[in-house]
């Protein structure tokens, strides 16, 4: 039955999708409830990509260090705060990056205040997937690291990351998936903009496709629900992507 559902819904966002698609919707900006959704696709990627430079570079260092250090104290800290961050719904965050970054702080709706938000959601999952690749390494590999005279810090950079970048990889892929088909944190942390992002980080909405599809969707105009079955085809098929390239990494371990 599952598997049912999620043909029927696939198939729907396809062919209402793709009757859709038009060159507005790549070239235009979203004007009231009609127009194209260039500012949406534009804002999704500036989130995207300012979300993972957020994220990776925390998320696999926290990961390498549990892999590596898992008997300390630090190591147990993080990978406790790591499994309770997961649990937290994505709403919960949202909340949380209002009422911190975006009235305390003053950001407002902002980038900034989104890419935060989403950075801290998508760091367990590579964090965790990090360690889960370094701990499959084999002994050997290290031993035999170890052996030729390399010191720890060349042995875990060296030898041991670009042997676990496929599973690292996918844990990354997993974060972005997760950081592009979210909704209800950036409700609270990004706004929504009817222009093209103008560059700034703080105190400036920027518009995305997830909040395309929760808005216009209601709406009773049939040029807003077609915005809303264009950006849902975008945001499934970059999704889809994703899980594929993961899973051919997974292949490639």
């Given amino acids: 039955?599952?598997?049912?559902?999620?043909?029927?819904i696939l198939g729907m966002i396809l062919v209402d999708g793709v009757s859709a698609l038009s060159l507005e919707i790549f070239t235009q900006p979203?004007?009231?409830?009609?127009?194209?959704l260039l500012n949406a696709i534009e804002g999704t990627a500036v989130l995207a990509v300012g979300t993972m430079i957020l994220a990776i570079p925390l998320g696999i260092a926290a990961g390498i260090y549990v892999a590596e250090f898992s008997g300390g104290a630090w190591a147990k800290t993080i990978q406790f705060l790591s499994d309770a961050l997961v649990g937290i719904p994505s709403i919960v965050l949202g909340y949380a990056g209002y009422v911190i970054l975006v009235q305390a702080l003053g950001w407002k709706f902002s980038a900034a205040a989104a890419?935060?938000?989403l950075g801290i959601m998508c760091l367990p999952y590579i964090c965790r997937s990090t360690e889960l690749a370094f701990a499959a390494l084999p002994i050997d590999l290290r031993e035999s690291?170890?052996?030729?005279?390399?010191?720890?810090?060349?042995?875990?950079?060296?030898?041991?990351?670009?042997?676990?970048?496929?599973?690292?990889?996918?844990?990354?892929?997993?974060?972005?998936?997760?950081?592009?088909?979210?909704?209800?944190?950036?409700?609270?942390?990004?706004?929504?903009?009817?222009?093209?992002?103008?560059?700034?980080v703080i105190h400036s909405p920027i518009a995305y496709l997830t909040y395309a599809i929760w808005t216009f969707i209601n709406e009773p105009s049939a040029?807003?629900?077609?915005?809303?079955?264009?950006?849902?085809?975008?945001?499934?098929?970059?999704?889809?992507?994703?899980?594929?390239?993961?899973?051919?990494?997974l292949r490639t371990k």
């Fill in 1 to 8: 039955m599952v598997g049912v559902a999620m043909c029927w």
């Fill in 30 to 36: 979203t004007r009231g409830n009609g127009g194209g």
């Fill in 115 to 117: 890419c935060v938000t």
């Fill in 145 to 200: 690291a170890y052996a030729l005279g390399a010191c720890e810090r060349q042995v875990i950079l060296l030898v041991l990351l670009p042997a676990a970048t496929p599973g690292v990889l996918t844990g990354v892929l997993l974060a972005l998936s997760i950081s592009v088909g979210e909704t209800a944190p950036l409700l609270y942390t990004a706004g929504w903009s009817n222009y093209l992002w103008d560059g700034q």
């Fill in 223 to 249: 040029s807003a629900n077609a915005l809303a079955y264009a950006a849902a085809l975008l945001v499934t098929g970059f999704v889809l992507l994703l899980s594929v390239a993961s899973r051919l990494l």
